[in-house]
């Protein structure tokens, strides 16, 4: 059903704490597979992916896309992590909508309104979940996962992400 995207470069620690995040999902079988699309890592990122189970390639995001399994996908960036209850709220956007989602930022993990305008917008930074049709239009004209998911009009889920710290 879903196929999770994950594009890093020298990302190893956080590559991991976001794959923790995915277990409840491949353990109830909402998550198909998981694409780590790495921009030339020197770190062991490719081993992290591995050891996960992941499928771990260095070509494209539109490469990715066209390697995913599942009807929907789920881009992340490596570091954020998808809090408890996502499961269910991913599942009942997929079953009802066509447009792409984003998480809302956890609680514990909203920074100031000024903070946010002058660091600078990460379009990943909340997530998106996007059918694969739709991606596969976009990654035409994107070179990456980041301006695939930049100016999209998205639906805001309730259920919340630590998002990963800037880089």
């Known amino acids: 059903m879903l196929s999770v995207l994950i594009e890093t470069r020298n990302d190893e620690e956080g590559l991991a704490r976001t794959l923790a995040s995915l277990i409840g999902g491949a353990v109830e079988g909402v998550v198909r597979d998981v694409i780590v699309c790495d921009a030339g890592s020197t770190d062991q990122t490719h081993r992290v992916a591995e050891h996960a189970g992941c499928h771990y390639m260095t070509g494209g995001v539109a490469a990715a896309i066209g390697q995913a399994k599942g009807d929907w996908l789920l881009l992340l960036e490596p570091g954020a992590r998808l809090a408890e209850g996502w499961i269910e709220e991913v599942v009942a956007h997929t079953a009802r909508q066509t447009m792409p989602a984003r998480f809302s930022r956890a609680r514990g993990n909203r920074t ?30 994107a070179r990456s996962a980041e301006a695939l998911a930049r100016g999209l009009a998205t639906k805001r889920l309730s259920a919340e992400i630590w998002v990963a710290p800037p880089k």
């Not at 309104?113 to 004209?141: H, P, T």
């Open 112 to 141: 100031p309104f000024l903070a946010r305008v002058f660091s600078g917008n990460r379009a990943l930074a909340e997530g998106l979940v996007i059918s694969k049709r739709q991606a596969s239009a976009l990654a035409k004209n």
